[in-house]
């Protein structure tokens, strides 16, 4: 299979699909790698080294979407890059389609073969492909919002950590998943006084476990959200529900009640956000002002860290990388139902049922979808 790994080309997005590592294994196996010249770049792998991989290197985004059969990409592909998808052609890519209806309708209409990342699953449970930047956007907010918290940012100027005599910050984590306990475990370092919401009592006794008392757990309910929201100098908003928008736990009247120049770092942004003021941000523009409250909502927050995220992601994806390629799609799929489980749009039919609801469109099951006379390229 010829595989191609086009630049990304979202704002400030310095991560790739494959690195040379990967592009090795899967010329092992037999297969050929388009990757477009400076791909790597921003995560500080040259153009070299992937031809020493044995890599061809193509000078544009259009030539590896004309070629390729497989597209293996970080971020949702935008609007320029889904007019140049082909019928039958295989993305395979983070697309969070439940907020993105414009995306979506893009996708049906290209006919290619949409397999995303975020929901793909696992025999032990989770969701694999997703976990490594759910890993890094928890560690990083603490991180932004601690900044953010900074007076010259436009925060209340509040020192997570404290000093002595000064108590330290009120950090609120909403959702004890994977990003919440990594942006807990960051928090928690750096001195803040750290409480995570939950509605899940398994997860609230395992962030007990991990924790002790150095974390304070609440179960989550719509007057706990509005009560705990204001004791927060930063919110950090870690909600997930797999292939769906995200819950909108805190409401703008919540916002107001908060602590004038308090920060919401809301991770969940991709999923649409748990937060109503939030809206999806970049990281050129990374923050705006709600009633006096700094919302840091970047759509593609690992993308700062651009060399770790990219190694982590494709220690994660480059099994079922080599699976399609090696298997092709329909045997790979039927092979693996939590492959199977990260197809979301196929010969034109939706074959995600949260991103399905989402839409009010027509939802045809992944096996059904699949049964049904391919596309042709």
Same mark, same amino acid.
């Given at each position: ?12 997005? =310095? ?101 995303? =990342? ?169 923050? =705006? ?6 919302? =840091? ?81």
């Amino acid at each position: 299979m010829l595989i191609g790994v086009p630049k990304e080309i979202k704002n400030n997005e =310095y991560r790739v699909g494959l690195t040379p590592s990967s592009v090795a294994e899967l010329i092992h196996n037999g297969h050929a790698v388009l990757v477009q010249t400076s791909a790597g770049l921003g995560s500080g792998l040259a153009d070299e080294e992937y031809v020493a991989a044995g890599a061809t290197i193509a000078g544009t985004a259009s030539e590896i979407f004309e070629r390729a059969e497989m597209i293996v990409k970080v971020k949702e592909p935008l609007a320029p890059e889904r007019k140049m998808l082909r019928p039958g052609q295989i993305l395979f890519t983070y697309l969070h389609l439940a907020p993105d209806l414009a995306q979506t309708k893009d996708l049906i209409a290209s006919h290619a073969t949409c397999i995303a =990342y975020e929901t793909v699953t696992s025999p032990y449970g989770g969701l694999p492909l997703l976990t490594p930047m759910s890993e890094v956007a928890g560690r990083l907010a603490p991180q932004a919002g601690a900044h953010c918290l900074e007076k010259g940012a436009g925060g209340r100027g509040v020192l997570l950590g404290g000093v002595p005599g000064v108590p330290a910050g009120e950090v609120i984590i909403l959702g004890g998943g994977v990003s919440g306990t990594q942006a807990a475990i960051i928090a928690l370092g750096m001195g803040a006084n750290v409480t995570v919401v939950d509605r899940n009592p398994e997860a609230l006794r395992r962030l007990a476990l991990q924790f002790g008392t150095g974390v304070r757990t609440i179960f989550s309910t719509r007057s706990a959200v509005a009560e705990i929201v204001k004791r927060a100098d930063l919110l950090i908003g870690a909600v997930l529900v797999p292939g769906a928008a995200a819950p909108k736990l805190v409401t703008r009247a919540m916002v107001a009640t908060m602590k004038p120049g308090a920060v919401i770092v809301d991770i969940a942004i991709d999923q649409g956000g748990c937060c109503e003021t939030s809206r999806p941000t970049t990281h050129s523009d990374p923050t =705006y002002v709600v009633d006096g409250i700094v919302h =840091y909502c970047v759509t593609n927050m690992p993308g700062a860290v651009a060399r770790t995220s990219t190694f982590a992601l494709n220690n994660a994806t480059l099994p079922f990388v080599l699976a399609l390629a090696d298997k092709g799609l329909r045997a790979a799929v039927a092979a693996d139902s939590h492959l199977r489980a990260g197809l979301n749009v196929y010969a034109g039919h939706v074959t995600c049922k949260p991103v399905a609801e989402a839409h009010g469109l027509e939802w045809v099951s992944a096996e059904t979808a699949l049964n049904m006379p391919p596309a042709v390229n």
